[in-house]
């Protein structure tokens, strides 16, 4: 089955969101796209699916007027439709696995967790100021980015964004495997893979082109870390008397090719600039960081 996240859109005839949440089938050649919505199947026209990024707003006019996409409130990047004719292989493919097991490694060791495959480690800021040197050439003007009072808003980080995805359209490290970190806190006990379920976050790196946190892609639909059978136990007597252990997520995969590297500002209040690169997700790997040794 092929998990994927769309804009809601308005049923023909009704004042009425529909939340889509799965895609059942993507009918050759891509006229139509079947969708599953609480066991209701739906059928669309995939050229009345509009590409719509949440930070920029960005539409295209829908050629059916009584088939809407309106632009919703989402926390994870729009997978596009009509890129799947172009990319094929990530509109086929399946979520990795996320019943991985727990190595117990400080921080500093998580390079073994990737060592002899051919991917490219970016976990500390050197390392990531070195891939988007060689990837995007220098960091935006961040404050030349902040639009005028009276225009719209986030209007010049739009035309960024949409040059510089046509500026990177071919380059060598859209294909390259890389390996990100993200943060994980161990929950509730799942008797079934006698493992760990995982919750887990972002981990945002301070750099000198912005605030690096990656936006990863095609997520597992289970996380769940199996520690060594000697661990368990003590773990899950930790976990009942209500400690916070926290472990590393390790994600490796490649760049979403047609939309790479998203550039914005933090909602902090600081605004501050942010670089976020789009991972689609390959692999899962857990290991206790320097907090949980």
Not at 8 to 24: A, C, E, M, Y
Not at 164 to 172: A, C, K, M, P, V
Request: charged residues 20%; positive net charge; aromatic residues 8%.
């Amino acid at each position: 089955m092929i998990h994927f996240l769309f804009p809601s859109f308005v049923s023909k005839g009704r004042d009425r969101r529909v939340p889509i949440s799965r895609v059942i089938q993507l009918r050759a050649p891509l006229k139509t796209v079947l969708f599953r919505d609480g066991g209701v199947s739906h059928v669309l026209k995939s050229s009345c699916i509009r590409p719509y990024t949440p930070v920029f707003r960005a539409r295209l006019p829908c050629p059916h007027k009584k088939c809407r996409v309106f632009r919703g409130a989402l926390n994870s990047l729009c997978v596009l439709v009509c890129v799947f004719v172009s990319f094929p292989s990530l509109a086929v493919a399946e979520p990795p696995s996320g019943i991985q097991p727990l190595h117990q490694l400080p921080l500093s060791h998580m390079y073994s967790l990737v060592q002899g495959d051919s991917i490219r480690a970016l976990f500390t800021a050197q390392e990531q100021e070195d891939f988007l040197h060689e990837l995007e050439k220098h960091p935006p003007e961040w404050d030349q980015l902040h639009d005028p009072p009276g225009k719209e808003h986030g209007a010049r980080l739009f035309i960024l964004n949409r040059r510089r995805d046509d500026l990177r359209e071919g380059h060598s490290l859209l294909t390259q495997r890389i390996a990100f970190v993200w943060s994980g806190i161990l929950g509730e006990y799942h008797d079934t893979h006698k493992g760990i379920k995982v919750v887990m976050g972002p981990h945002p790196t301070q750099t000198t082109w912005g605030i690096v946190r990656f936006k990863p892609v095609g997520l597992p639909n289970e996380m769940v870390a199996i520690p060594p059978p000697a661990l368990l136990t003590s773990l899950k007597e930790r976990i009942t008397k209500g400690e916070s252990l926290e472990i590393g997520i390790l994600f490796t995969g490649t760049l979403i090719p047609w939309e790479s590297i998203i550039y914005g500002f933090s909602h902090d209040g600081l605004e501050q600039g942010m670089v976020m690169p789009v991972v689609h997700v390959d692999g899962v790997r857990y290991f206790f960081n320097t907090k949980t040794e």
